[in-house]
């Protein structure tokens, strides 16, 4: 049998298109920090993006950009261990660092791979990873590709994380990783408890912290939110959230930083992050510190909107951060609430199995304005019968 075989077989996307229920691969046509026009002409407001800043499209992020692109090139064509190194990627991390309180930082062109640099670069058969079951994907592939044996704990579960530190005591490396904040649930990790169990036991704790680096604490991140920077050895960020841009980057000691330099194949063996991404992350970063203001403004829209959508009676979670997820029941009531709900002009993410159990995972940005967080609640409101079963009734969400 060969590999290919099993395409012509997988029909879960070609039936969910043919019924009209497909939320994946919506072409956009242009937008702007608070709403997005799709291919066919139709605008929605925007409560699916993790632009927490609204800082993708901000003109002075744009034009830092093609400023990059016209000076540097469109690409650097090689990885930065070789030929494919600027001076802006190098400055990019010294503020990188700077700000995020760290002795040093490595860029990477995604946050993906900054995710199997951090991971993969630093540990190898004979090491023991401790993974909190939910955390993001890209660091169980990069747990998976240093081939260090894997051991899951429950969410947040820091005495079941310190009982297997406890059981296998290793003679390997031990390391630790976990999402700073979830980017389903949009919950944080309880990391005053991590770094206590971490210490105790020897283990290194690794935060990616994709979804809280550029909106909690200023801007500086969930490890400063709780005072806890120094004690953290590995914090990894991405630029495509709060930064508006693409790329990544691992936080850490001197040493470390340089080892992951010289070993970390995603850095190695990958070209380097466009010019115009690496100025758009380093001009967000100059935003960001001189606006502290967007910070504040994007968890006060989520609240606004978690607020409102409970009292239409939909389910929300209990998160302080920009992600708001929404109860919207099975697999096919979520995308029956997908659809009406872009069809009122709202766009919002439908999550299914195996990301994470069906809901539609709402977002917001600090440049969102009342009127048009007024215009995606009065969509949820339209559908929340259809949505909800039964008018005002929160819990156990379904569709008809
Ligand atoms: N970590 C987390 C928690 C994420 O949510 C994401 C992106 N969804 C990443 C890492 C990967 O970041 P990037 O998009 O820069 O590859």
Redesign the pocket.
């Known amino acids: 049998m060969s590999v290919i075989d099993k395409c012509a077989a997988y029909t879960r996307a070609r039936t969910a298109r043919e019924s009209g229920l497909y939320p994946y691969f919506l072409a956009f046509d242009g937008r702007d920090a608070g709403t997005a026009r799709l291919a066919d002409g139709r605008e929605v407001v925007m409560c699916g993006s993790?632009d927490y800043l609204g800082l993708s499209t901000d003109p002075r992020v744009t034009e830092a950009a093609a400023e990059a692109a016209l000076r540097h090139g469109a690409g650097c064509t090689g990885s930065r261990f070789l030929n494919g190194n600027l001076e802006l990627h190098d400055r990019l991390e010294r503020e990188l660092a700077a700000f995020f309180g760290k002795p040093a930082a490595l860029m990477l062109t995604?946050?993906?791979?900054?995710?199997l640099a951090a991971v993969a670069g630093l540990c190898g058969p004979g090491d023991t990873l401790f993974v909190d079951k939910e955390?993001?994907?890209?660091?169980i592939d990069a747990a998976r590709m240093s081939r260090a044996r894997i051991q899951w704990f429950a969410h947040n579960d820091t005495a079941a994380l310190a009982a297997k530190l406890d059981r296998l005591p290793g003679r390997g490396g031990r390391m630790v990783i976990v999402?700073g904040?979830?980017?389903m649930e949009g919950d944080l990790c309880p990391l005053p408890e991590l770094v206590r169990v971490c210490e105790e036991y020897g283990a290194t704790l690794l935060v990616?912290d994709?979804?809280g680096a550029g909106v909690l604490d200023k801007g500086r991140g969930t490890c400063s939110h709780f005072g806890l920077t120094d004690r953290v050895p590995l914090i990894?960020l991405?630029?495509?959230?709060a930064f508006g841009s693409?790329?990544?980057a691992v936080l850490g000691d001197e040493d470390v930083i340089d080892y992951l330099r010289h070993n970390a194949r995603s850095l190695m063996f990958s070209a380097s992050a466009s010019p115009a991404n690496a100025a758009a992350a380093l001009e967000s970063l100059r935003i960001l510190r001189a606006e502290p203001w967007r910070c504040s403004s994007v968890v006060d829209n989520a609240d606004f909107m978690r607020r409102e959508l409970a009292a239409l009676g939909y389910e929300v979670g209990a998160s302080t951060t920009p992600i708001v997820p929404v109860g919207s029941g099975d697999e096919l009531a979520t995308l029956r609430a997908w659809q009406l709900l872009v069809d009122q002009g709202v766009y919002v993410n439908a999550v299914l199995p195996p990301a994470a159990s069906p809901r539609l995972r709402t977002s917001y940005t600090a440049v969102q304005t009342r009127a048009q967080l007024d215009r995606a609640l009065r969509g949820f409101a339209a559908v929340r019968e259809r949505v909800l079963g039964v008018p005002g009734q929160g819990t156990a969400p379904r569709a008809t």
Do not use: E, P, R
């Not at 991405?238 to 959230?241: A, E, G, P, R, W």
């Open positions: 993790n995604t946050g993906y791979q900054a995710n955390a993001h994907a890209s660091l999402d904040v979830y980017s990616d994709a979804h990894t991405t630029f495509s959230k693409i790329g990544g």
